[in-house]
């Protein structure tokens, strides 16, 4: 994986929203949601982890 945190742009509440509604359900699997959570953890110290993949696996698990 890619280091990510020097060049991670600031995000917002509103931006892991879209990420988890509408990108998240295109994974193949739903195991990549970690690698996805893992990476925007370094673009704001407030991420919640749990919210995202919450809502993530949600919207992942209604496109299937």
């Not at 994986?1 to 295109?26: C, E, G, V």
């Not at 990476?39 to 993530?56: C, E, V």
């Amino acid at each position: 994986m890619t280091n990510t945190t020097s060049n991670a742009p600031k995000m917002s509440r509103r931006h892991y929203q879209f990420i988890a509604d509408n990108i998240s359900p295109l994974l193949d699997w739903p195991s990549g949601l970690q690698d996805m959570a893992d990476i925007l953890s370094s673009t704001n110290d407030n991420f919640d982890r749990d919210i995202f993949l919450k809502r993530a696996t949600a919207a992942w698990e209604a496109n299937q």
